[in-house]
Structure formats: C-alpha cells, structure tokens
C-alpha cells in the first residue's frame, strides 16, 4: 500500500480502577511522603531496566518502582540500589496509585499501552523517543520524551516542579480519556467503514 492508503487508530483503554494513593503506598511499603516514579514492562533487554538502575542511583532520594516479570528480574533484584523496589508482577493500578510520575526506558516499542494507562491515571510521563511513545505521550506538554541522555535530566525538571508535574499530569489525564478511550477508537472504526462506502 502506498503511506496515504494507511490510518493508525490508537487503541481504546479503560482507565485502571485505582485504589487511593493512602493504600496503595502501603501495599508496597512505600512512605507517604516519598517522590515515587514508577517503571512498568516486561523484565527484558528491549525494555531497558537497567537504565532504571542508573537512574536511581543518580536521583538515591526517590523511591522506584519496577513491576513486571521477565528474563531479567534476578538480575534486577541482585543489582538494583536500595531506592529502587524490584516488585515482579504487581497490579498496575496499585503502583500507578503511590506514584508522581511515569518512566519508560525502552530501546523499541509499538504503541505502549502501560503509558496511555498511566497518563489516565493522571501521571507525567519521561520516556525514550522511541517508536510511538510520542503519539502516546504530548512532548512538554504531558511529559518529555527524548533520547537516552535526556532521561535524568527530563526526570528530574518533574522531580524538582510539583506544579509541572501536576499540570503534565492533568493534561495527560484529560488527553488520554479524549484520544484513547473505547469510544474514539470505535468511532474511528466507523468514520473508516462510512469513507469506504461514500466512495
């Protein structure tokens, strides 16, 4: 097919079902008052885990959080510094709850779900530039994407404003529910099927 024979639709995401933030933090024994990012993939090399290493021992005051099983969590759990919590497979919705931001590392992705997911749970976002986190995730708008060396220093302009990251997170909130929803992926289905048989 030729580039203008083809339409992406972006998928239709439920927003999680989130518990309130003063019980999930103690489902994963987190502080009340900690800065909390939170990293959800699958444990494997295409995601990146151990950039999260880095970065927490870059930033040893904020709390990390890395869910998700994989062929790396051993690994993961012998290396990573005391700030950072390897917690294998845990409920999304729970660890979005006692988290301030979002963090992809990711070497590839599609189209990411686990940040559309976090974005409707009104979370910031500091993700690679890499395949389409950044239809998923509005650059300085609902958080930064950029290129590997650019992860410290996008985390930390959100760790350091809490009005940024509550502006980022609202938007991203609002952004998601519009774009992302059942509704304007059905829609989208349909507006595709009346084209076609309008000719």
Known sequence: ??????????????????????DARPQLQVPTDSLVAAWVARVTEVKGPER???LAARFPDI???MAGSGNLIK???HRAPANLRVLGWMPTAVVYAASDIALSTSFNEGMPVSLIEA????LPVVANDVGSVREVVANEETGFVGMNEDLATNLELLLSNYCLRERMGALAERRSRQIF???AMIQKHVDIYLDLIRG
């Open 181 to 183: 929803s059942p509704s």
């Open 63 to 65: 709390i990390f959080l």
């Open 52 to 54: 999260l290493i880095t």
């Open 75 to 77: 690994e993961m759990e």
């Open 1 to 22: 097919g030729k580039p203008d024979q083809l339409l992406s639709i972006p998928p239709g995401v439920d927003p999680l079902d989130l518990p309130s933030r003063d």
């Open 119 to 122: 974005q409707l749970a009104g």
